[in-house]
């Protein structure tokens, strides 16, 4: 296993559509070690695999408290079939550097995925499991939550992060 860097927000990839998995093999147990790996260490509660510049449709999760992780879940080319009800809460992003807010997100959802041996999944999820497997459904299809702020709200978090930017350069200079 390895730590992946993970790409930050004005990173391309993270606005890319990502590709389906089809060859359930070794390397694919690589990738997924490596993410969970690396979702851990950040620390982290989700990561999708374009956030470690890997362009496919493979997410984990873990939203066990700390000192019970170690069973994550793993999603292959993962779809939301139907969402129900809705939930305001607040977000960050391991992609999203020194910023958070509050996201709509259906509040119980039924997913369709695969298992990393390319099984069928079918669950339901509700509350926290179903915003991080919105969220990290959305970042497979190249959105970040910014994406799903007002406009007013994304204004500012460019302004921002422009300004972030800025700093980081005026340090390395
Ligand atoms: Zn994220």
């Not at 509350?127 to 709200?153: P, W």
């Amino acid at each position: 296993m390895a730590l992946r860097e993970i790409v930050t927000d004005p990173f391309p990839i993270l606005k890319e559509t990502t590709r389906p998995v089809t060859e359930f093999d070794d390397n694919l147990k690589k990738l997924v070690a490596d993410m969970v790996e690396t979702m851990y260490a950040a620390p982290g509660v989700g990561l999708a695999a374009n956030q470690i510049n890997i362009p496919l449709q493979v997410a984990v999760i873990d939203i066990a408290p700390k000192e019970q992780k170690g069973d994550p879940v793993v999603l292959i080319n993962p779809k939301i079939i139907k969402g129900e009800g809705e939930e305001v809460d607040e977000e960050g992003c391991l992609s999203v550097t020194d910023y958070t807010a509050k996201v709509k997100r259906f509040s119980k959802i039924w997913v369709e995925a695969q298992n990393l041996e390319g099984q069928p999944l079918n669950f339901e999820a509700e509350g926290f499991f179903a915003r991080v497997i919105q969220h990290e459904l959305d970042h497979l299809n190249g959105k970040i939550f910014v994406d799903r702020l007002s406009t007013l709200k994304r204004t500012m978090y460019k302004k921002r992060r422009k300004k972030l930017q800025r700093q980081l350069d005026e340090a390395d200079s």
